[in-house]
């Protein structure tokens, strides 16, 4: 399988503290992969990193095979292929549900300011083409009937759905989602995880996940990576990662760890 | 009883406050004098006319005051509404009172307070002591603010909101009727109706400037010129969220630019009219892009002041002695060029008047155009949320120097306009009151709304030259206007369908109204839905 995103040796440093330590990372093309760890573990960072926000300090980041990624900005990185949400909901909260889906489509439409003044037959086909495409788009992620309602008058579930229609209407190969599951109900985190296979078995598009719900975690992640401090101590497939003992630390602390591989002596003596 | 009175005293206070204020700068005298003009009273000299008009003036505050006074006490009883008002009416004549008889008494002993204030002349304090003596002036004021402030407590609770409430309702109950007839919903959805529409406002378009004399369409012209701004810096400001209060060096550009072309007295240079209009209109665009550069690096408050800086430094050198060879220097530059047709030379202010109406259609259409489309939504993300914008593959760079340089020419095409009609330019034309004024016409008509600005700046350049009695006081009404607009409607005289949402939440059971055209028609189907069964929580939104 190709490699979709690769990181090598990527380090970003904040004065003294290093967010992210020299991090190796390879995603495979249609897979769903995730970035765990504990609170200030350089998760965040690791996708500013990748969406151009931040410049990293040492390291290479290559997309699609050997697409390098460093030196862009972060508009030229979404015009290739890779769409973001964010942990904290940032949609344009005056603009409509439809809006907000026709500004994500803004890279994959070409009309300048001038063919916009004109009319010109080929921007009107764009138009009413994104538009048949961001409708389709809030159908498919359950938001029907609601395009005319502005973003920040959602529910807080339907935020989210949108967020991701609108990293959608980029057709993005790789998908970065901050906590999709962030402050959301068993419920609705059952379906948000059903959600994101969908994105994979349907649309066929790579997605790298932030996630602190361990179910959702173990559950969809073909491929686990571990952050702690900067940097990755652990990767592979829940089952491995949930038996290492390296992440048990990091999670826990070094003697909880240490408490949970020893039998208890009660339950021996039992 | 305790809190009627205190709030009755903070009303009269505050209201005394402000009549101070009021006959410090002379205002009382003005507007009782249009008062007395007004109702037709006798204001030949010596007559008593004035004075009425003044104790109605007076009075009418005072009845205000009162009324606040009580309201602010919540007057469940008339007992509780009376004190209210009374403390209101008794506190503001008591300073009123003080305030005149020390004005008088000054006055009377020889003592020309027009060093310190010009309005203090002794006519002018004789008149506000209602041209009686010191004492009884005195007495006049406490007693008519009393007596007012009464008056204005017991209306108070007589009325008691319920007014207002009613007013409401009904208002609402008869535009629901008026709207949902056959005839209203035919008239406001027909595609027929819609050109017959546009068609009469072209014929009323044409009409007016005809209809009108040379003082009137001077005034409109300049009303006009200043919509034209007021678009343009609506791009900028209204819809890319770049706040630019040097928006003047633009029009400047533009005006300088036929100057120096068209002028015989400067270079030597007769260029025609219509050959310098894209020329000057490129020109400022091409300035706008030349500021933009450097400058669209920065953020909000930061962008703010560098072009307020710029404005000035446009202004400062063509004051300046360095390039009065080439700019004219303080004298500005005369006998600029007018548009002819045919060889047909424009003549009047009429004429000018059909130009501009030509240059607001134009760059109403070009708005109109650029901000439903792919270009309009980038700004518009962009004034929401920069970072995002750019995130989600928005250059935010060049979307920015293009609302620049666009805003700039339309400011270009006010500049060249401005100027040729005026015959003439120099560097008071181009000062930061012209930008502050077109700010606060795009603020105050609704920021982001093409019929908001024409509204803004009929509001702020047209109403002043028709109450010219006033016009000394036109800073002042400036800015009462503005604190008591971002009071009682902070999304503007006329403002987009967008931000009056984005201030005023829709109730739960109205549908809103929709942004978009087509969405309206949306089918219902799930289609690929995955998630079309999840119940939507409604009450987590308020945690972000």
Known sequence: MRNILETRNLTKRFGGLTAVDSVDLVVHEQTIASVIGPNGAGKTTFFNCITGFYPPEDGQIFFNGNEALLGLSPDQITQRGISRTYQNIRLFANMSALENILVGRHPRMKASWIESLLHTSSMRKEESESLDEALRLLRFVGLSGLGDQLARNLPYGAQRRLEIARALANEPKLLLLDEPTAGMNLQETSEMMRFIRNLRDELGITILLIEHDMSVVMGISEQISVLDYGIKIAEGTPAEIQGNTKVIEAYLGRGAASGLNRTPPATAAA | ?544
């Open chain 2, 1 to 544: 009883m305790n809190t009627s009175i205190r709030k009755g005293l903070r009303s009269g206070l505050i209201f005394s406050t402000g009549i101070v204020f009021l006959v410090l700068i002379g205002f009382t005298t003005t507007i009782s004098e249009l008062i007395a003009e007004g109702i037709n009273l006798d204001t030949t000299a010596g007559s008593t006319g004035n004075v009425y008009a003044l104790s109605l003036f007076l009075g009418l505050l005072g009845l205000w005051a009162g009324a606040r006074g009580a309201e602010k006490s919540e007057p469940d009883t008339w007992s509780k509404a009376t004190v209210g008002g009374l403390a209101a009416g008794v506190a503001l004549g008591i300073v009123m009172a003080v305030f005149t008889w020390l004005l008088g008494t000054l006055s009377a002993a020889g003592v020309d307070l027009r060093k310190q204030l010009v309005q203090f002349s002794k006519a002018n304090i004789d008149f506000i002591l209602f041209q009686t003596s010191v004492v009884n002036g005195a007495l006049m004021h406490m007693a008519l603010f009393t007596l007012s402030g009464l008056a204005g407590g017991l209306i108070a609770r007589g009325l008691r909101g319920s007014w207002r409430e009613s007013l409401r309702v009904w208002w609402a109950s008869q535009r629901d009727r008026i709207s949902q007839t056959s005839a209203v919903e035919y008239l406001r959805t027909s595609t027929i109706a819609r050109y017959i529409y546009y068609g009469l406002l072209l014929v009323l378009l044409f009409l007016i400037p005809s209809r009108l004399g040379q003082y009137w369409n001077f005034t409109l012209g300049t009303v006009g010129i200043y919509v034209l701004m007021g678009l343009g810096l609506n791009i900028v400001v209204g819809l890319a969220g770049l706040l630019d209060l040097g928006y003047v060096a633009f029009f400047a550009v533009g005006a300088y630019t036929i100057g120096l072309l068209t002028s015989p007295t400067m270079h030597g240079l007769t260029w025609n009219f219509w050959l310098v209009l894209p020329v000057g209109i490129l020109m400022a665009a091409f300035t706008g892009i030349l500021l933009g550069i450097p400058v669209l690096r920065l953020r909000g408050d930061y962008l703010a002041i560098v072009t307020l800086g710029f404005g000035e430094i446009i202004r400062i050198l063509v004051k300046s002695d360095m390039l009065a060879p080439f700019a004219g220097g303080p004298q500005g530059v005369r006998d600029i060029a007018g548009p002819s047709i045919f060889g047909v030379p424009f003549s009047d202010e009429r004429d000018f008047m059909y130009l501009i109406i030509l240059g607001i259609l134009l760059v109403i259409f070009v708005t109109n155009r650029l901000q439903n489309s792919r270009i309009g939504r980038a700004w518009i993300a962009m004034r929401e949320d920069e970072t995002v914008a750019q995130a989600v593959g928005i250059n935010t760079y060049r979307a920015k120097l293009l609302a620049f340089a666009i805003g700039a020419a339309f400011a270009g095409l006010g500049g060249i306009l401005f100027a040729s009609r005026n015959q003439y330019t120099g560097p008071e034309d181009h000062n930061l009151l012209v930008s502050i004024n077109v700010l606060s016409l795009v603020i105050v008509g609704g920021m982001g709304s093409i019929p908001g600005v024409i509204a803004g700046a009929f509001v702020l350049k047209g109403l002043p030259e028709i109450l010219r009695q006033i016009s000394d006081y036109r800073i002042l009404a400036f800015g009462a206007l503005l604190v008591v607009m971002m009071i009682l409607r902070p999304e503007g005289i006329w403002p987009s369908s967008r931000r009056r949402l984005e201030f005023h939440d829709v109730p739960e059971e109205a549908p809103p109204e929709p942004v978009h055209p087509r969405s309206a028609d949306l089918p219902e189907t799930a289609g690929l839905d995955a998630t079309s069964d999840v119940p939507v929580s409604t009450d987590v939104a308020g945690e972000m």
